[in-house]
């Protein structure tokens, strides 16, 4: 899949999260949306990444924005992560990958000279109008959810 730009129509979703109820993209009509995918709940990057949105969640939300975040680990591992770290963002599960494949962050990577499919954290974020506003590919965590803030309020 090629790399959703710009102005281009945000994949639908409908994916559980944890606390198990569905959550579809349709439900945030009118608001902003960044969606961020990472590898695995309770990484030290996946951590502080969850952790860092939690933080500026309410700065997120006075601009209008829902934060999601989305891995393939189960709904079960996602309440032990919230719970563990007091998350306050909401975790999609996309055991399916089906999202993932959608986005185009299901790649091929690599370890220690072994390869692997695996998720490519990056961030999308999706506008009140339903398109793609802005993407992050292959994201580092470290000043991240500072820049997609600073994006949130340019829009």
Known sequence: MTELAPGAPAPA???PRDGGDIVNL???SGKNVVLYFYPRDDTS???????GFT?????FTALNTVILGVSKDSVKKHDKFVAKHDLGVALLSDEEGDVCERYGVWKEKSMYGKTYMGIERATFLIGTD???ARSWPKVK???HVD???DAVRAL
């Open 141 to 143: 965590v470290p000043g």
């Open 26 to 28: 349709s439900d945030f």
């Open 45 to 51: 990057g996946c951590t502080k990444e969850a952790i």
């Open 55 to 59: 933080e500026k969640l309410a700065d």
């Open 130 to 132: 339903g398109k793609i």
């Open 13 to 15: 979703i409908s994916l």
């Open 147 to 149: 820049a997609v803030l």
